[in-house]
Each structure stands twice: as C-alpha cells, then as structure tokens.
C-alpha cells in the first residue's frame, strides 16, 4: 500500500464534502448522500486493511455517483469529476505497492480513466434509455426559493427588495433570435382566483404525476424550427416559465389549458428543458374564460366599481378596454419599488385615486380588477420580463433572467382573439423596462470583470445543458435512428462491437502512453540526432567516442561546428552530471533540434550550390 | 484464489494456458456498485450517474486485461540458491523475466505469508522468496504462486508452479550436548588475522613497524614515548588442540545432529577450530567459512 492512499483517499473524502454543501436537505436522496459520505468518512477512519480501504474508494464512487444525480450542472460536475479521479488514484495506490508517488498516481488514474472512457461513452450514448421505475421523488420538497410564488400580494408589501440572483436563462441554440426588448415576457403562473386583496393560481401547486402508463414523448423539432434551451434556478414551483408560444419538447412538460407550463420531471434542483421557438398550437390563447376570470368580490372597492359601472355599457370587450387603457394613459401614474402599504379599507380606491404609487403588482392587480368590474373576463399573469442579452465568446448567446426580472402583467379575454397581453405597468412613468429599453438593451453590462466572468461561465453552462443534461432518451433515439436508419434491430450487435473497437483502442492507447516514458531521455535525444547524421552517411565507427565523432563531422559540414560543439558539450556535461535534471534534458531537446535544423539548412544551400553550378 | 494444475520444468512462461483469472471479491462488489448506480441513474433520469456506471463497468473491462497483461508472458526460472538451516525462513532466488512492465505481483512459496506487492520494470529480476524448510538435505520448496491484483484490484490473475532446483538444507540450530573426541592431527596454526583478533593479548611476540590500518591499541607505545619510532605489537595465539566433534550417543540422529550444526555455527563465529566425525567419516579440524560450509554439508547429507 503506498503512503499517498491515505491522503488521496481524505482528499477525495473532503471533494465529496464541498459537493455535499450545495444540496438541498429536504430532498430524500440527498439525505441518503448525506448519510452515505459520513458512512464512508467513519469506515475510512477505522479501516487498516487493504480490502477495507478498497471499499472505501468504491464507496467513493457512489456517493459521487450521488452527487451526480443531484447536481448535474457544470460546475459541481467538475467537482464530481475531480472527485473521481482522486478516488481511483486511491485505488490505484492500494494496490501498486509503495513506489509512485502523488504524481505518478494521478497522471496514471487519468489515463486509465482516459481509457475506459471510450467504452463508457459508446454505452452511454448507445444503449437504450429505460424509464424511471417509480414517480417517487417527483417535485417534492423545493423550497420557495425564487421571487414569484403562487399568492400574488401587492398591497401588503410597502417595499420591493430588488434581487440580483440569478432565475433563469434561455438560450437560442439552433440560430433563434430572441424576441426584442420590448416582446420579452416570459409566462410563469396564471392567478385567476381573487379574493379582494390577494391574487392566487387555480392550478395544483406541483403536477400531480400522470396516472397509468407516461406519455409518449413528443416528436422532436422538425430542422427549421428552431430551439428555445431554459436552465432555470431550483423554485418552489411546478411552474416553469416559457415565452408563450412554442411546444414542449419533453413528455415531463405538460401545458396547462390557462396556459402555464407545469414541469413533472422528477428531483433535480435545477431544471433543464427546451421548446421549439414557434408553433402555431398555443390553444392556450384560444380557451375560452371560465366563470372564475369574472369572479369579483363586490363593494371591497366602491370607486374603483363606480368607474368600470360605465365602461359596462360600451359594447365590447374591446371597446371596454380601450375605454380602461385610455383613463389609465390619462393618469399620473408613477412607478416606484417604495408605494407604502395600502390600506386594508378599499386598497385599490387607493392606489387608483389616491396614491398612484405602485410596482407591475399594484398595476396588474388594479387593472384586472377594473377589467373584471366592466365585465371582462381577465386574469394576472406572472413571470418574468425583459432579461440582458448575453453573447458569451464562442459560444450560444442567452438572454440572462434575475429575479430583479420578476413581472406581472394582465390578460383579458377579447371576444374573436382570444387571451390579450395588457402590460398596465408600462403606462406608469418611470418603467424600468422603458427606461432601459431607452437607454439600450446593453445598459445592464457594464459590470466589472467578475460579471464578465460570470456571464462567460453561464455560457458554458449553457452549452453544457444543452449538450450534457439535454441528451435524453428521445436524444439517444434520435441519434440511433441517424446511426441505423430502419435497421435498428442490428443495435445490439453495433453495440458489441463499438465496445471491443474501442477496449481494443484503450489497452492500445495505454500500451503507447506506458511505451512512449520509456528510457532515458537524454539518449533519445541523442539517438534521434545521430539518425538525422546517419540519413547524411555519416555514423560513428565502432569504438569512437562522442566528441571525435563530432570532430569529423566537423570537417564535413564546418558550418556546424557551433552547435555541435555545443550540444556534445551540454549532453556530456548532462550525462555525467551528479542529478540529471528537467532543465537539462530540456535545454539538450533544443540545443539538438537547433543542430538537425542548422544541418538541414546547410544541406539545403548546398544543393542550391550545386545546382547554380553544375 | 489458489487452485489450477501447477507447472512444472526448470524454466515456466505464463502465457493464456496456465494463467487463471477470475474477479476478486471487490470485484464483485464492485459490479454490485455499478448496477445500484445504474438504477439510481435510471430512476433519477442523471446523465452524470450514468456515464460513471457505465465508466465503472469499461473500467471493469479494462482491467480484466491489465490485470492479465501483467503476467502475460512473464517466463519464470530459478537462481542458484545458497544453502540454508531448517525451520528458519530461507530465501530462494526466482528468476523473472518481463516483457513488459508488471505490477502489483506477489510471489508465494509454500505455505509462507506473501510478500508485498512488487513493481517490475520490464527486463531480467532475480527476487528471493523466502520459504521455510522443515527437513535437511537436498529439498525443494514446493509450490511458487505468483498472482496479481493491480490496478484497481478487480481481479486477481495468478499461476501455480513447482520449481525444479533443490536447494541444500542444514540441519535445523539447536543448542544441546555433543560429543567431544580428542583430535586425531596436531594443532594447527589458525589464520592471523582471526586469531589476532579473537584473543590477541595471549603472548607478545615480536614487533613490527606500525602501518596505518594498525588498530592504535597495538601500537607500542613505550617505543613511542621513547622516540624511537611507532612499531606495532604483535602477539600470537597460545596453540590449542582442537577437537572433533560427533554426534551425542544416546541422542536421535536428527537431534544430534541439530546440536552439532548449532555446535558448528558457534564455534565458527567465535572463531575455534574443529572437525568433525560422522558415520565413521572425518573432516579434518580447521577453521573458515569454507571448513564449516564443507562440515553443516556433511550434517545435511548424513544418512
């Protein structure tokens, strides 16, 4: 056993520890990671003989395989990576007795990992995807995290905290462009049930899974549809925001009729999944109001009643509308995250004669109560709005949401149309998207170099979403079907013979990687400049030494004599030197490359030489 | 795992036929391993998790042949092995020679405890692997297992084989009684540099000039402080009549035999003189490593 197991084996032990942090402790399973990595800790503690130490390093292996499954995005799969390589060097140092050192031990676990890989791969891409055997685990336990919950509030909240945390980013893979500025809304959660002074959403809290056997999964994008890719932070909700327009392209997302966008896939934190950009089927925009988009409570706000009361009379939903957008434009309504509470007596009368004062909130409660009043079936919508465009080096660019971002807005029904975004924040004075839209959509990037950083990461980020978390089962299918065409049953057998390809390739690449260290380099060096003298006719005689070989190549090429005087020096200079070192074999690699060099230009020109004369 | 035919013959190479391989038990819990990632891959949908189940089962694949490839073709021989005493362990030199680099190999003779694991570059290795022989005579140390479990320890490879050169075993060193017979050939002169150094303030005899390598206790110091030069002492043994030695009667021949190769071994390293009678052989009393080597051969051939 070497001395670095112990210490590889608690490194390994402290990686598993910082990718422990970042869970979520009321997810089950992260409790079972939890209890599996202080299960490993305590057994590396007391373990003594080689085979207890073993089990240590597998026990390694699935608490990272763990890990994995709970955080699948780039960074703590980095950690994970790490984690496993210093794991196998571990096992490694088990078993290669006590010579290599920390070094040694790692460049040899990269390459045998670098070589099981390929098998690995050919697996993974290949084979079949099953299915989840159980719900189990779907959408339990994520804490509200996010700025938008299912309960909209606005009076009760005299004051706004403007949060820069991250809440989502949505990415245009396939050449999509993102909708301008002023078109960015991004639809979470539809609140239809209001009781007066709360706005609330009549859809389940998390989708209830789908009884029987699941869907089937949708088809994929057809080539010139274009993609929408949503990384969004863990929230508390089914929920998922998406712009409105486009079709799922997971069976795990299920559009609502009210058009939100419930997501069943289970227990990940952080979600992944894409849409196509455009799709003529939004039927949410098209499903008729029910009996709740009108509900009402009477005689909370007498004003705000006695004006819609004359809008009732006009003909239209749509003429009742204009009449609305019209008295609002006429107000001096100002935006502002500081309104002060409303009164708990007609909040709205208030806000809408009083104050007029208020965020998207105060906006979006107060005109679809209006709406409502006047008889127009109408409902608030949030989610997100606006977000900076980011285009990272090199790579996809994506439109970064903060929960700063969070929005509400209102719907209304107009008979012959459907559902009709109404933005009434937009009227307000001081619109922060007005604002920065007039300020130009880059206003946000003046950052410093951390933001920089940090926008060139979530770039990654998304690449590594799309490529790494996107590759699902209809993925996996889709790349046989490119792979086989019609002849899928031969898969088992093209199976088969990748894996032997490619463990023929890896012990192959091993057998090189082990060869190619082999002997001294100095002599190499030597040995390879002695070849380029031989193609010349030029080889040491039996018996003759170094610098006597190198005196009559002088007297063949006297144009040499500088390097050459100079490598047979620095190589006998190096070969009897008490410890070798890098920088010697170094400096004897290029002071031999200068010499092959020089005797190449020196043939060269005298070819030409000859050849002026003959 | 220790089973399979042994080979036999002077020189074995390993190759497909006499190498066996099987997973070790870690092995096997490592497979175990493999597929409970493989179901939480599944359930949880974890791309990650599936690729390190399936990364752990090429891994598996990879080493059934690195484990192989390091005892393929590795020819095994046998040293010439220096004699040694029964029931002590005694090393016996096995030849290697690689074609490649082998690691993690453990080389096991009889029922001993297998040494650490060694690593060897490719090319010619002589190993002494100890074995404890429990008669005297010419004996052969039994059953060589050569195995590996490197890299990771999945599988275990190993072969089995005799090794055909014997090796001369003293009889074992045991302290007891033996018989002293009065020596039938005058005393003799011991070498100097021996008797000098066991007992060399017995007689003064003369002086000589001093040299470097002198030990300073022989340097004549009176002549020294008298100025008349540095001379060295020298001094030699009282002559002393050296016995020979024959096994207790009374005793069984082993047991004798066992106190007079203890006898033998002691004498020696004080530096006596001694012969020895058996089986109404003599060798003449004498002193060295080549007289008690030539004595402790004829105890281990005694019939």
Redesign the interface.
Known sequence: MSGAAAPLQWLTMGLLAVGLLGLSPALSLSLLAFGLAVLTALKLREARSLEERRVVALLQLVCAGLLAALRPELAPSLLQGLAILMALAGLLALELGAGPDWKALLRRSLQVLLAAMPIALVLFLLLPRLMPFTNFGAGQGMGAMTGLSDSMEPGSIARLAVSRQAAARVAFPLGGEPPPLEQRYWRVMVHERFDGRSWRSAAPSFARPAAGQPAPPPPPAAPGEGIQLWLIEPSGLAAVPWSGSGRPLSADLNLQRSGELLNRAPGSQRRVYALTEKSDQSGWRTAPPGPIDLLLPLGENPRLEALAAGWRRLGSNRERLDAATGWFRGQPFRYTLEPGALPRQAPLDHFLFESRLGFCGHYASAFTTLMRAAGVPARVVSGYRGGQWVQPVGGTGYVDLRQADAHAWSEVWLDGEGWRRVDPTAWAAGDPLARSGAAGAGSRAGGGPLDWIQQQWWGLDIAWARWWLGYDGEQQQALVARLLGDRSHLLGVVVLLAVAVSLAAGLGGLGWLGRRRRGDPLRLELERTLRAFARQGMAPAAGETLPVFAQRLQQRWPALSGPLEAFVAHYQQQRFAGVPGPIGRRQARRLGRALRRSLRAGNRSQNAVQREHP | MDFGRPQQGERVRLRMRNLYILPT??GW??LS?TV??Q?????????????????????F??TL??TH?NLQGVELGCGTPAPGFAGAPVPYPIRLRCP??S??VRLRLGGEASG????LA?GEHELAVAWTPLARGWQRPGLLRIQT?????LFCCWSRWHPETAQLIYPARRAGPVRLLAAGSAPLVGEPALASRQDGSDDWRDLAPHRPQDSPSRLAWKLLAQGRGEYAKRFLDRPEAAPLLAPEPGLPLETALEHLSERIWSWHGRGLSYGLELNGQTVAPGRGVLHRDRCLTALACCR
Request: hydrophobic share 55%.
């Open positions: 038990r870690f819990l490592w391993g409970l990632l179901v939480i891959g599944v359930q949880m949908q974890s791309n990650g998790t599936l690729l390190l189940s399936f990364l752990m089962l090429s891994l694949l990879l042949h690195l490839f490649g680099r690691e993690g650490p694991p060694l690593s490719a479990t490197a890299p990771l320890g």
